[in-house]
């Protein structure tokens, strides 16, 4: 990675930055690796096609514990009051989606004080009644997000490889900087030294003290 791509990238991400604290809906994938006795978001973004255009919608969840062939529906979001539905999560569901509005576009939940028991997949369903001018548009959007619990976190090979290139283009990028400075301190220093003998080859003889 060069300087210049650097600065691009950074710029990149805060126009990104920008932009998404703007409220502009970016469907961006859920985490899927939970971490045990933490909490999780279970993230689940549906973005209306059309901004603009006014809306309501309601947000279910179904979960399918791992070894299990059907889902249960653990939890409901209606009318800015969420429900637990399922036993195993009483007490351990919170909202993180959208706030203090019936628009939803984020349905994200969160979990908290993760089992083992919580390995599995996850469904997400968005009901959304778009209120066009003259007549009301029914949509739904479904979501599946499988997560695996573990006892550590790990990181992925991608965030480790990036973190050192990192690291690598930093000290790389002074080292030229100095390997630079030193080669120019040397030739300026070398042409000014062959300056100085060319002149006084030239000066006349007899104007030498
Ligand atoms: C999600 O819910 C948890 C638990 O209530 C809370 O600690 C956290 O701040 C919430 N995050 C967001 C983004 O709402
Ligand atoms: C989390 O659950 C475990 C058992 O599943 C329990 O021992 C622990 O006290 C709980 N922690 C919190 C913060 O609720
Ligand atoms: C996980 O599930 C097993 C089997 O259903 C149950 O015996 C156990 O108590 C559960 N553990 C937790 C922490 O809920
Ligand atoms: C979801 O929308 C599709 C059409 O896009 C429709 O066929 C389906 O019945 C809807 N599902 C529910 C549960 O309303």
Request: net charge negative.
């Amino acid at each position: 990675m060069s300087a210049v791509q650097l600065l691009w990238a950074s710029l990149v991400l805060g126009a990104m930055s920008a932009l998404l604290s703007d409220g502009a809906c970016v469907e961006v994938d859920s985490d899927t690796e939970a971490v045990v006795h933490g909490g999780f978001k279970l993230g689940c973004i549906s973005c209306k096609m059309r901004g603009e255009v006014e809306a309501s919608a309601t947000v279910d969840w179904w979960f399918m514990a791992k070894g299990e062939e059907d889902f249960t529906h653990i939890y409901s979001y209606a009318d800015m009051v969420g429900t637990v539905t399922d036993e195993r999560f009483v007490d351990r569901l919170d909202w993180n989606g959208s706030k203090k509005t019936v628009d939803l576009q984020d349905g994200s939940i969160y979990i908290l004080n993760v089992t083992f028991n919580d390995t599995g997949t996850y469904r997400c369903y968005f009901d959304r009644m778009l209120n066009f001018e003259h007549y009301e548009y029914r949509t739904n959007t479904t979501k599946f997000i499988t997560i695996n619990v573990v006892a550590k976190a790990t990181r992925g090979m991608a965030s480790i490889l990036s973190e050192v290139m990192m690291y690598v283009s930093i000290i790389g990028l002074q080292l030229w900087l100095l390997v630079e400075m030193v080669y120019c301190y040397r030739k300026i220093s070398a042409a000014g030294e062959e300056a100085l003998r060319e002149s006084a080859a030239k000066t006349p003889l007899k104007l030498r003290p």
